[in-house]
């Protein structure tokens, strides 16, 4: 069921900026260093990571490299949310992760607090399916 949910907040993230794609080009512009080449590769870049990592987390029987891939990126993600709360006045707006951007002045904790949530899921799963034998059923699948 844990896995579902990653799988769901991956899915649901990337076609969100897949939708808006627009939107999320327009984000990674607002970085000094980032022209519109490498915005686009980074928009493409995440919204595939999202979507490969949501699809893989529900097909892969045992699925210990996605959980683990997604631990990093939730690491990651977490990171970068703290850093938006502690040095305001160097970015400009929020992650497009769920849809649109609201100014940075306009954000709170509940992101963070998401962010760390599905980072302790993330990680509690992996261990979960790190200690499991390679042969062993999904736990999402029922034992016959």
Same mark, same amino acid.
């Given at each position: 069921?844990?896995?579902?949910?990653?799988?769901?907040? /991956?899915?649901?993230? =990337?076609?969100?900026?897949? #939708? +808006?794609? &627009? =939107? @999320?080009? +327009?984000?990674?512009?607002?970085?000094?260093?980032? =022209?519109?080449? *490498?915005?686009?590769? *980074?928009?493409?870049?995440?919204?595939?990571?999202? *979507?490969?990592? =949501?699809?893989?987390?529900? #097909?892969?029987?045992?699925?210990?490299?996605?959980?683990?891939?997604?631990? !990093?990126?939730?690491?990651?993600?977490?990171?970068?949310?703290?850093?938006?709360?502690?040095?305001?006045? @160097?970015?400009?707006?929020?992650?497009?992760? /769920? !849809?649109?951007?609201?100014?940075?002045? !306009?954000?709170? /904790?509940?992101?963070?607090?998401? %962010?760390?949530? *599905? #980072?302790?899921?993330?990680?509690?799963?992996? /261990?979960?399916?790190?200690?499991?034998?390679?042969? &062993?059923? %999904?736990? +999402?699948?029922? %034992?016959?």
């Amino acid at each position: 069921m844990a896995c579902t949910i990653l799988a769901a907040v /991956f899915i649901i993230s =990337g076609l969100a900026k897949f #939708l +808006d794609i &627009s =939107g @999320t080009v +327009d984000y990674f512009l607002e970085f000094s260093f980032v =022209g519109p080449f *490498l915005a686009l590769w *980074l928009t493409s870049f995440l919204v595939s990571l999202e *979507l490969t990592l =949501g699809i893989a987390l529900i #097909l892969k029987q045992n699925p210990t490299e996605p959980l683990l891939i997604c631990s !990093g990126v939730m690491l990651f993600f977490t990171v970068y949310q703290i850093v938006m709360l502690l040095f305001p006045s @160097t970015f400009i707006k929020t992650c497009p992760c /769920f !849809g649109g951007s609201v100014p940075i002045s !306009g954000a709170d /904790f509940l992101p963070l607090a998401r %962010n760390v949530l *599905l #980072l302790l899921l993330a990680v509690f799963c992996y /261990f979960y399916y790190k200690r499991r034998p390679a042969g &062993s059923p %999904n736990c +999402d699948l029922p %034992n016959k």
